[in-house]
């Protein structure tokens, strides 16, 4: 094993990475801000990718237009499921609301996920490469053009991301919610309207994420299960409700992937990914970034 | 002294009732007992008594959940993971080492309830959610690992165990099984009406007043989760040589999740309303077979009514019902004092 093959596999694994934290970005910022843990995520994912799917097939969209039509589609999704679910769930009752949450989620990824096996069936649905071509990285490897723009598509995103939740009014509002919500209400800013929105962006980020992968991982209605594994690995690995830890945790979860795949093989990933989980809880329960913010001893 | 006959023997009787009582066994739930005890013996059809064999080893799965999910408030969700855990424990017993099913099941307990007992120690230390994902991953690791260890279990190929008899029949297994269930349900039910118990509702229901009453929430936690883990590897034990062949497959998340819809289905931290809810669901789901996907879908809509419109469950509902018979009764004496 030379010093290129590490080299390789931490290249391999930071692109990678990319998408995992901006799964777990949405999964973080609706755990701080709502106190929902969302096991519905992948889903989001999955519909992500199936719209640009078919906006690339059936309306002949260019990738990267067909990419913003995905995050639009979880937008809108996310909307409908908050005002219809999470909102008339709030209103009935406040209590263990956490788990209740929990069970809501668990809940809706089956029938999101079984309607979508109604609907377009068990088959593989993909596109060609979007970019074609691969870059020459070291001399024994190259990464296909469509990872690196993904990877920067996922940065990008991240980047408008943050400078929202920093310089405007709406980003503001969002993180106070997420730190005292009653302040928040004082000041005037109107808690259901943050919530929705709040989760609507949540879906869009992994509507994102599904769509830029498309070239590389096909359209299939399980599609969800890994990445929300992953983006929940991350967010716990980092800390739950640690928004900006959950990109930092991202790489790490896929340098971990890529490293286990290359030294063990195919198969084995969770269980690397697990064991190094573990050592970091038992070092320090609250994650690696971890900070006691609001949720995280709520229950 | 006919008199003092009399009373002892009413003595005798309701000290013998109290006996049951102790156990969970009511009198409504000795009769349902004794229906399902002699409802293979009446039906003949093969296809029913395997549907009546699937609804107890779900109802016992749901059990075995609701003992955590309902006391100490802590979803188990790689509580699949464990059932495969014990499956997979037994049917490797029998068929790389030889040892009898019955034996196996004892190792299929053994092993899932020190696994528990592991992941409990690791991961109840930390609250409520972190807890689940906790155990969620645990489930998906035992599923990769039994996926990823061919050389041992056969992986996706699938392993095939030897049963526990050489009939095809299914009544037999319906008597192997139907013991163990009863066995699970009195034990459960004496552990949940003990100071055990107690402690552990307690800490479900508010784990800072609890521990502020002197209960060690991580002990009893601890305990709990490993009853329920070792509970999940004996009737994996069962399944594995009752069904004959095994996949990974037995431990995916969404065999968790029907287990869980039934237990909430059934009523949160009640026991019986699990057993009930299987016999009710699994029957209907089984008629709606035809429309697979459209099953799983009604899972989880069945969850996401049942969290946000019905929380209490069956258990609740045979609550309010009793209440407003009751309350029936009380009306009515109160008449009958008015009405001379």
């Given amino acids: ?99 209740n949450t929990f069970l809501v989620t668990v809940g809706l990824s089956f029938i999101i996920q079984n309607m979508a096996f109604i609907l377009w069936g068990a088959t593989y649905r993909g ?161 690696l970034l971890g900070t006691e913010v609001k949720g995280v001893l709520e229950r | 002294m006919q008199k003092m006959e009399q009373a002892s023997s009413v003595a005798d009787r309701t000290r013998f009732l109290s006996v049951f009582k102790s156990m969970g066994l009511s009198p409504v739930a000795l009769v349902l007992f004794a229906v399902l005890a002699v409802a293979p013996l009446i039906v003949e059809d093969e296809y029913i008594n395997t549907l009546m064999v699937s609804c107890l080893l779900f109802g016992a ?27 997979y424990t037994s049917a490797l017993l029998a068929v790389r080492l030889g040892v009898s099913p019955w034996l196996g099941l004892v190792g299929a307990t053994v092993v899932a309830g020190m696994v528990g007992f592991l992941v409990g120690l690791l991961t109840l230390r930390l609250r409520g959610i972190f807890a689940a994902v906790m155990a969620w991953f645990v489930g998906l690791t035992l599923m990769e690992l039994a996926t990823a260890m061919v050389d041992l279990t056969r992986g996706s190929l699938g392993l095939n165990v030897p049963l526990f008899l050489d009939t095809a029949a299914r009544r037999p297994y319906y008597y192997i099984l139907f013991p163990i269930v009863i066995g699970i349900y009195v034990l459960l039910r004496v552990v949940t009406r003990s100071d055990f118990g107690l402690a552990c509702r307690a800490i479900g229901q508010n784990i800072d007043v609890a521990r502020a009453s002197g209960v060690n929430p991580t002990k009893y936690r601890v305990i709990n989760f490993t009853i329920s883990c070792a509970l999940a590897g004996l009737l994996g034990g069962y399944y594995a040589h009752y069904i004959g062949i095994l996949t990974p497959g037995v431990m995916a998340t969404t065999h968790t999740t029907e287990v869980l819809v039934l237990s909430y289905i059934g009523g949160k931290g009640s026991i019986w309303g699990a057993l009930v809810a299987a016999f009710l669901i699994i029957p209907i789901f089984e008629y709606l077979k035809p429309l697979m996907q459209f099953r799983l879908v009604l899972y989880g809509v069945f969850l996401v009514l049942a969290t946000i419109v019905y929380p209490t469950g069956l258990a609740g509902l045979s609550r309010s019902i009793g209440g407003w018979f009751r309350e029936q009764r009380r009306k009515a004496k109160q008449n009958r004092h008015k009405s001379p």
């Avoid at chain 1, 096991?39 to 990419?67: N, Q, R, S």
């Avoid at chain 1, 005037?188 to 509507?207: D, Q, Y």
């Avoid at chain 1, 990933?269 to 070092?283: A, E, K, P, R, T």
Wanted: net charge positive; aromatic share 12%.
């Fill in chain 2, 61 to 87: 799965q749901a059990m075995a959940f609701d003992f955590t999910a309902g006391y100490i408030n802590v979803v188990n969700f790689g509580f699949s993971g464990l059932v495969g855990l014990g499956a």
């Fill in chain 1, 1 to 99: 094993m030379a010093f290129t093959d590490l080299f390789d596999v931490l290249i391999t694994g930071i692109l990678r990475g990319g998408i995992y934290a901006l799964m777990a970005l949405g999964l973080a910022l609706v755990f701080g801000v709502m106190n929902i843990s969302n096991f519905a995520h992948g889903e989001f994912y999955m519909i992500g990718a199936y719209v640009a799917f078919f906006a690339i097939k059936a309306f002949g969209l260019d990738p990267i237009p067909a990419i913003v039509v995905a995050g639009l589609a979880g937008f809108v999704m996310g909307i409908v499921i908050e005002k219809g679910i999470f909102y008339s769930l709030r209103r009935r009752s406040k209590e263990e609301w956490v788990m």
């Fill in chain 1, 127 to 287: 596109t060609d490469a979007y970019w074609k071509g691969t870059i020459q990285i070291t001399p024994g490897m190259g990464v296909s053009v469509d990872r690196v723009v993904s990877f920067l598509i996922a940065i990008v995103t991240m980047a408008a991301f943050w400078l929202f939740l920093r310089r405007t009014q709406t980003g503001r509002a969002i993180r106070a919610v997420s730190q005292e919500e009653r302040g928040a209400t004082l000041v005037g800013i109107n808690l259901n309207n943050i919530h929705t929105l709040t989760f609507a962006l949540s879906c869009m980020l992994a509507g994102v994420a599904g769509g830029s992968l498309l070239s590389i991982t096909q359209a299939y209605p399980a599609m969800g299960a890994k990445p929300l594994l992953a983006s929940w690995l991350v967010v716990i690995m980092v800390g739950l409700g640690n928004v900006s830890g959950s990109i930092i945790g991202g790489l790490i979860v896929g340098v971990l992937e890529a490293a286990s795949y290359y030294f063990l093989g195919a198969g084995w990933q969770n269980v690397v990914s697990l064991i190094v989980l573990i050592l970091i809880l038992l070092f320090k329960p609250s994650g």
